[in-house]
Every structure is written in C-alpha cells, then in structure tokens.
C-alpha cells in the first residue's frame, strides 16, 4: 500500500512533461494520491492547448479535477477551492509550482526592472503561494501540507536570474511566515530548492545550459539533480515521513549551495 493511498491533494503548475510539479505527481501517484489540477486558462476556447496538455499528462494518473487558474485573478482561485471541496472534501496537501517574469524584465539587469514587470513577476511568483495559502488552510487537513517551489537565486547572486532572484527571496520568506502561522493549525509550509532543471520557464533564464555544467564540477556530488529526485523529495515534503518539517527550504541541488569557492580539483586543473 502506498503511502498516499487515502490522501489528497491539488497540484497548481504543470505545463507540459517537463514540468517540476509534473514529477512530483508521478512520485505522488505511485503512492496512490488522488489529485486535482490546474492549467493556464486558454485564451482561445477553440483550442485549449494548456488544457489538453494537462488532460494528457493527468487523466492517465485518475485526476479528480483539472481546472484553469490564473492566480493573478481571486475568482479563479476561489472557484478552484469550491470544486475541490466539493469535488474532493477536505485535502492532505497543496503543490505550488508555480513563477513567471516578463522576459524583457528577466532578461535586463535589476535596476532596469519596469515597475510593472516587478508587480507581475512578485505576484506571480510570491503572493499567489500567499493566496493559496489562504484558500487552502480551510480545507487542509489537520498535518495537511504545502508545498512551494524556488531557486538558490533567492539566497544567493546567480548572475542571469536577476528578478526572480528577488521573488525567491521573498517566496522563501513568505514559507516561513506562513509556516509560523498555520503550525498552530496543524499545516506545514516547506520550499525544494532545486538545482537547474531543463523546462519550459527556465529555458527564459539566460546562460541556462552554463549553469547545468557548472554542477558537475562545482557540485559535491559533482553532477546536477535529475528532475525525478526533486520529484521524489516534493513527494517526502507533502507525505508525513516530514510530520516534523516546517517552514525549511530543503535544497535538493546535488549539494551546490553548500559550496563557497570551487573545489580545489578545480584549481589543479588550471
Ligand atoms: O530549473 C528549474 N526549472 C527550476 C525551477 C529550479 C528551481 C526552481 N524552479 C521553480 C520555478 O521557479 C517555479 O516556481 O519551480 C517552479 C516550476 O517551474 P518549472 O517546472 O521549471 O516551470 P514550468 O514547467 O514552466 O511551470 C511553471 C508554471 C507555468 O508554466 P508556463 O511555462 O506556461 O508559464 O507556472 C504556471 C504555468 O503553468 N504559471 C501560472 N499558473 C497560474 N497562474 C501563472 C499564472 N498567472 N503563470 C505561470
């Protein structure tokens, strides 16, 4: 029996096979986790790409709702938690895998930001955890868990993430607020920082494939995280093996936060 069997969850932010929160589903489904889940509303109903591409990827696992949401916009948050109520009950979990920037804003330099460009990726980026949050603490389960997605960008300079760099930063502090607030409810708020992963959003974030290659010789494991590690780790955040995790930043990067200066391989080979 798997872990998950009886549970269940919402996963917010898989877009295509590549996508984070789509490896973390698969972990959950081999648990036996019932789901629910969202896509980027189409914007031409004739042809709603975002959502057969999910219905693809999710009707195979048993999804028990697959709905549009753009978090920038409260009523379909709201509508997204009525029909997980009333579709699901209460839940277990709650899979925030979820950014974005204008690319022009996340291309330039931080000081060239457009005000505008900044309020979109921040709530894009931050504020919606903030407002799941505030949706799913109803339905959440007593030891009910959420789940949120970032980047080293938000601890450190990482030349090229520049913006969402500032949005990690504050999506990181934001987990732990929230962690200080729902623990009394019984609700955990963990971040996965995971390393470089090849998807659809990180294909925006310049000299990307750079980044990858710096892990097999900076890494202490000298090599990057494959996408079904931080899959199986989201797994662990949202299951109760973590019953005592809460608002931690759990990094699953091969071990490259921990380095301040190459290895000294690094070094020898100058
Ligand atoms: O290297 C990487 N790929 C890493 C990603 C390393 C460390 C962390 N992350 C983070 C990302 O910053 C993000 O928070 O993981 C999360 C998921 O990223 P991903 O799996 O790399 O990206 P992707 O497959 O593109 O999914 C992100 C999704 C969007 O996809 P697109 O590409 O269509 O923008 O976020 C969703 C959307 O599905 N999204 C939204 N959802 C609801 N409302 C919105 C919105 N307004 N905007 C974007």
Known sequence: MGIFEGK???VFGIANDRSIAY???QELAKE???MGFTHLPDKDPERPKAERKLRKLVEPLGAKLIMPCDVTNDENVDKVFAAAKEEMGELDFVVHSIAYAPIDDLKGNVYDVSRDGFKLSMEISCYSLITLANRARKILKPGGSLLTLTYLGGEKVIPGYNVMGICKAALE???EYLAHELGPEEIRVNALSAGPIKTLSSS???DFDKMLKLYETFAPLRRPSP???VGKMGMILLSDYSSGVTGENVHVDCGYHIMGAPPE???ASE
């Open 227 to 229: 996408p079904e590690e």
């Open 173 to 175: 502090s934001a987990v």
């Open 8 to 10: 269940k969850g919402l």
């Open 204 to 206: 925006a974030v310049k």
């Open 23 to 25: 490896y973390i589903t």
């Open 265 to 267: 391989s690094v070094h």
């Open 32 to 34: 036996g986790a019932e």
